[in-house]
């Protein structure tokens, strides 16, 4: 039936800083939630291959520091290039179960010169392919250390069955303009992803489904002490200042009129699995439609620029 989707949301670890191993984790995962016919499979931000923990532990803003520049160059390396094919094992995957994916990573993209790194989510559909990458578009406090700011390219919405999906990374979910740009476009299943913790959960996935009368999925990821590799550089001055927990989880669903379908989990690794009604869109925004009947147009209106950003442009 197309007014249902099955969905999954994937509340893993990575394993920090190492892309094959963490994209051997992902792809283990898209098997096991194919497995339960998943239609949707939701990651958390910057999962590939892991948030960046360090800044906040190791003198993140300290000048030329060499822990935080051999770090830095150590994240980079990890950074997915998707020009670069490394997101086809999980496309791949996606096409065979026919699932749609959507992906936080770190993205090297070579078309602002391959060596600055943003915080990008990919949407991969039922076919297997990326139809957007979006680059989160204001890095929150420390993030900005290691993280560039993205543009407007990847504020799209996608048709999945009946639905319209939508996504933004961590605190984008707080801008009110960047929601609108996705509501405006049909938006009513939004992907709202974490590095992890039910501090930044609890309170605005409920807002957002009651705000736009659409489902909406937090999907955070964990991170533990344990989760840290032997051979990160610098492990012991990460270690040091590191609680057991950094991320704990949080991931949760509400229904189009704000109310819980699944309260945040904490502390748990694995898949979360839920089936959503799309008419349940419809009876909410009998009352409520933000870009709808109950918007102003003529007194209010959003423009949003798409245009992906770089820095040269060549005509040959």
């Known amino acids: 039936m197309d007014n249902v989707l099955k969905v999954a949301l994937a509340q893993i670890a990575p394993v920090w800083l190492d892309k094959l191993a963490t994209l051997k984790k992902i792809e283990a995962t898209i098997v096991a939630a194919a497995k339960e016919n998943a239609e949707l499979l939701v990651f958390g931000e910057a999962l590939l291959p892991g948030y960046p923990f360090w800044l906040a532990l190791t003198n993140g803003a300290g000048w030329d520091l060499k822990i935080n520049k051999e770090l830095h160059a150590h994240y980079v390396r990890n950074a997915i290039q998707i020009e670069a094919g490394e997101l086809d094992g999980v496309c791949k995957l996606a096409k065979e179960h026919h699932m749609a994916i959507y992906l936080g990573i770190i993205e090297r993209p070579k078309n602002r010169g391959g060596h600055s790194i943003y915080c990008s989510l990919?949407?991969?559909?039922?076919?297997?392919?990326?139809?957007?990458?979006?680059?989160?578009?204001?890095?929150?406090?420390?993030?900005?250390?290691?993280?560039?700011?993205?543009?407007?390219?990847?504020?799209?919405?996608?048709?999945?069955?009946?639905?319209k999906v939508g996504g933004l990374n961590c605190w984008e979910n707080w801008m009110p303009l960047p929601r609108t740009a996705l509501y405006g476009q049909g938006e009513n299943l939004h992907i709202a992803v974490w590095p992890g913790s039910d501090h930044n959960t609890k309170d605005i996935t409920r807002f957002i489904a009651r705000e736009?009368?659409?489902?909406?999925?937090?999907?955070?990821?964990?991170?533990?002490?344990?989760?840290?590799?032997?051979?990160?550089?610098?492990?012991?001055?990460?270690?040091?200042?590191?609680?057991?927990?950094?991320?704990?989880?949080?991931?949760?669903?509400?229904?189009?009129?704000?109310?819980?379908?699944?309260?945040?989990?904490?502390?748990?690794?694995?898949?979360?699995?839920?089936?959503?009604?799309?008419?349940?869109?419809?009876?909410?925004?009998?009352?409520?439609?933000?870009?709808?009947?109950?918007?102003?147009?003529?007194?209010?209106?959003?423009?949003?620029?798409?245009?992906?950003?770089?820095?040269?442009?060549?005509?040959?």
């Open 122 to 163: 990919v949407y991969i559909d039922q076919n297997g392919k990326i139809q957007s990458v979006h680059r989160k578009l204001q890095p929150t406090y420390d993030e900005r250390l290691t993280w560039a700011s993205g543009d407007g390219n990847g504020l799209q919405v996608h048709a999945l069955k009946q639905f």
């Open 212 to 316: 736009s009368r659409s489902y909406v999925i937090s999907v955070s990821s964990l991170m533990r002490r344990e989760d840290f590799p032997k051979d990160t550089p610098h492990l012991n001055a990460i270690l040091e200042n590191a609680p057991d927990v950094l991320a704990n989880g949080g991931s949760c669903m509400a229904g189009p009129d704000g109310e819980w379908l699944l309260e945040p989990v904490l502390n748990e690794e694995g898949l979360l699995f839920h089936t959503l009604d799309f008419n349940r869109v419809y009876e909410e925004r009998q009352n409520f439609d933000p870009v709808g009947h109950y918007s102003r147009p003529d007194v209010t209106k959003l423009i949003v620029n798409r245009e992906r950003q770089s820095t040269v442009e060549f005509e040959d």
